[in-house]
């Protein structure tokens, strides 16, 4: 409870740290290669926003914390014990919080480490997206399979007992057989979490300009059914490894689901600080500026902001909690509204409704992209 009786609401907090060793050829990601000078000023800066939160940030409940990017793992660890501390100073977290840190191989250290269990940090998600020296190499990743393993191995014997690996296949020269290999050297280590997404060949990228429409290698892509193919893969070889998908492209052993990701798909309120992150509270969605210089000198306006209509909170219910296999809980509003919806979907095997809730089916899975679309044009 807070000082004048009322019961404190839960929020999920994210901080942003937008700065990588070198950038990615795939990535459109808010994150830029930067010197040690500026990240000093930045990290700064962020804490200048997390302390401005005090007032509001002691009467909620934090019941996650992600510290993603970009690669936080790049700051040193005395740099991310000032962030979490401050996080701690300006926001009642919950002791069972569960705090995320993304790391890139290559930037882990023992100290680093010992700084993150030191601040309660208890799960790392660690960047792979192959354990193919060569597929790395054309990823413009900065780091071998054997950089990822030393990490991989480091981290464990740090302590950390919740450890995501992420994954990305459909990556150009891929093959069936390649990606089946990475999938397997990655089970070998028994993370507890693995996010598995397919690659997007994102505008503006280097890649786009490689394997984009028309850039003249786009024949190295796997083709329409070996990228389904893959996708098969992933789902049997997890499967049968014990990986409960709870999410279009997230496993996760049992126990182990990514409680701050839920909460996106869930629709709980959450907030983002740092350089462009996005948030979702009191039925508003709005995110950070972009620019690093006016951040670094203290300016933390928004952008985008959105207060978002009873129709557009229905149409975010579904296509967000659509994507979690156990569905949505239905209500007498959502069962009027999507009526038309639910029975054409079901007509075409793509959704089914039982025990009060509504979920896809494997087929609504395989072709999501459509299923949920469908959510969004009802008037
Ligand atoms: S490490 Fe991640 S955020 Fe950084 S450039 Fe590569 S893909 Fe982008």
């Not at 930045?42 to 992600?66: C, D, H, M, P, W």
């Not at 300006?90 to 480490?113: M, Q, R």
């Not at 984009?212 to 070996?226: I, M, Q």
């Amino acid at each position: 409870m807070c000082e004048n009786g009322k019961k404190q609401s839960e929020l999920e907090l994210y901080l942003h740290i937008p700065f990588c060793v070198k950038k990615c050829a795939y990535c459109d990601f808010l994150s830029v290669p930067a010197d040690k000078a500026v990240q000093l000023c930045y990290v700064e800066a962020l804490k200048g926003e997390i302390y401005q939160q005090k007032t509001l940030g002691l009467n909620r409940r934090v019941t996650s914390i992600f510290v993603g990017g970009g690669t936080p793992s790049i700051l040193d660890g005395g740099q991310m014990a000032q962030l979490l501390e401050a996080v701690h100073d300006s926001f009642h977290v919950e002791t069972d919080a569960e705090i995320t840190v993304e790391c890139n191989p290559g930037t882990l250290t023992a100290d680093k480490l010992s700084c993150y269990r030191q601040q309660g940090v208890n799960r790392l998600s660690i960047g792979l997206q192959s354990a193919d020296n060569e597929e790395l190499r054309l990823l413009g990743r900065i780091h071998t399979y054997e950089e990822f393993l030393q990490s991989y191995m480091l981290a464990r014997e740090m302590g950390f007992e919740n450890i995501n690996v992420d994954l990305m296949s459909a990556l150009p020269g891929q093959t069936k057989e390649s990606w089946q290999q990475t999938l397997r050297e990655v089970l070998s280590l028994k993370p507890e979490h693995i996010s598995a997404y397919s690659l997007i060949i994102e505008e503006g990228t280097p890649f786009y300009h490689r394997f984009g429409p028309g850039a003249g290698e786009e024949r190295l892509l796997p083709d329409e059914d070996t990228e389904r193919q893959m996708y098969y893969d992933t789902k049997d070889i997890l499967k049968a490894e014990g990986y409960e998908r709870y999410e279009i492209s997230n496993y996760a052993r049992q126990g182990f689901a990514c409680r701050h990701n839920l909460g996106y798909w869930e629709r709980r309120e959450y907030l983002g600080l740092g350089l462009g992150a996005s948030s979702l509270t009191e039925g508003v969605r709005y995110r950070n500026h972009k620019k690093l210089s006016a951040y670094l000198a203290g300016d933390y306006g928004h952008e985008d902001k959105h207060r978002l209509t009873r129709q557009e909170e229905l149409e975010e219910t579904m296509f967000l909690g659509l994507r979690k296999t156990e569905g949505v809980l239905l209500t007498e509003e959502l069962l009027k509204v999507y009526k038309g919806v639910f029975e054409r979907l079901e007509q075409q095997e793509l959704l089914i409704r039982e025990n009060g809730r509504v979920r896809l089916t494997e087929l609504g899975i395989d072709v999501s992209n459509y299923a949920l679309a469908e959510f969004l044009q009802e008037d």
